[in-house]
């Protein structure tokens, strides 16, 4: 990475940070009734240790996300371990603060691996100042992590289908596995995965000799085997609380379907 390229990257994180932290405490006001739901129930979980994987109030929520504003809450919020503290509003929006800027670093690396840092730095800006992506990363809802973990999924992704490192496809699944964990919209994203690694799988199969793509089909499989299982076992405790639960699955998705 150059010189250049480190001021410029540095720049734009510099922007994103300002976008999304900036204010926290008084900027949008008030507490939305959702957030204020996360921070109940982020409070009872750290007030009586129990950490759900999902919580079925208020039609439903996965629960990394309230999990982890409970920690966040543990080190910076009002909780002293005394019944009745309250959840600081900043300090449930921090945690959306910082997935949004997290997410806008990812989105330069993957843009940077798959064309140069020179896009990268417009894609990435755009997404710094974007009005929806500022707006999500200020306020305490869990639909922020969902394109943080599709831009380092497929940016780990994408480094596997280039150096053919089951490392990459691990991290890769990871991320996409504990997608699950975070908001509906999430469980498209499979389907998205699936068309991408066809479409590679093709090209591969158009542009290389039969000795050649027989040697690459199977590094393929063996990195596409990895990415699942790796995705599987990290979204697998919410897909066994589904299975023993299958209303709280469909229930959401049931209110808002067209059908």
Same mark, same amino acid.
Not at 114 to 129: K, M, R
Not at 206 to 217: F, N, S, T, V, W
């Given at each position: 990475m150059s010189a $250049?390229?480190? #001021?410029?990257?540095?720049?734009?994180?510099?922007v994103a940070f300002v976008f999304r932290f900036r204010d926290i405490m008084t900027v949008p006001p008030g507490l939305y009734p959702?957030?204020? +739901?996360?921070?109940?129930?982020?409070?009872?979980?750290?007030?009586?240790?129990?950490?759900?994987i999902f919580y079925p109030e208020n039609n439903g929520r996965e629960g990394l996300f309230i999990n982890i504003?409970?920690?966040?809450? $543990?080190?910076?919020?009002?909780? $002293?371990g005394e019944p009745g503290a309250l959840a600081e509003p900043w300090v449930l929006r921090s945690v959306s603060a910082t997935f949004g800027? #997290?997410? /806008? #670093?990812?989105?330069?690396?993957?843009?940077?691996?798959?064309?140069?840092?020179?896009?990268?730095?417009? &894609?990435?800006?755009?997404?710094?100042?974007?009005? =929806?992506?500022t707006l999500f990363s200020?306020?305490?809802?869990? %639909?922020? +992590?969902?394109?943080?973990? +599709? /831009?380092?999924?497929?940016y780990f992704l994408w480094r596997g289908l280039r150096d053919l490192r089951l490392g990459d496809f691990a991290l890769g699944g990871i991320f996409f596995g504990l997608g699950i964990h975070t908001y509906i919209a999430f469980r498209f994203v499979p389907f998205v995965i699936v068309l991408v690694l066809l479409?590679? =799988? =093709?090209?591969?199969k158009?542009?290389?000799?039969?000795?050649?793509?027989?040697?690459?089909?199977d590094q393929f499989l063996r990195g596409f085997a990895m990415?699942?299982?790796? %995705?599987?076992? %990290? &979204?697998?405790?919410?897909?066994?609380?589904? =299975?023993q639960s299958p209303a709280d699955f469909l229930g959401r998705g049931g209110q808002v379907s067209i059908f």
């Open positions: $250049k390229e480190k #001021l410029v990257l540095t720049a734009i994180l510099v959702d957030e204020a +739901m996360n921070g109940n129930n982020a409070l009872q979980a750290l007030e009586t240790g129990d950490y759900k504003q409970a920690q966040f809450l $543990k080190f910076f919020g009002a909780l $002293k800027f #997290l997410t /806008v #670093l990812g989105l330069y690396f993957l843009v940077r691996l798959l064309f140069n840092w020179q896009i990268a730095s417009i &894609a990435s800006f755009y997404l710094a100042v974007s009005f =929806w992506h200020r306020i305490g809802f869990r %639909a922020i +992590m969902v394109p943080f973990l +599709m /831009v380092w999924g497929f479409a590679y =799988w =093709w090209r591969i158009k542009d290389y000799i039969r000795e050649e793509y027989a040697h690459l089909r990415l699942f299982l790796a %995705a599987f076992l %990290a &979204a697998l405790p919410l897909l066994f609380y589904f =299975w």
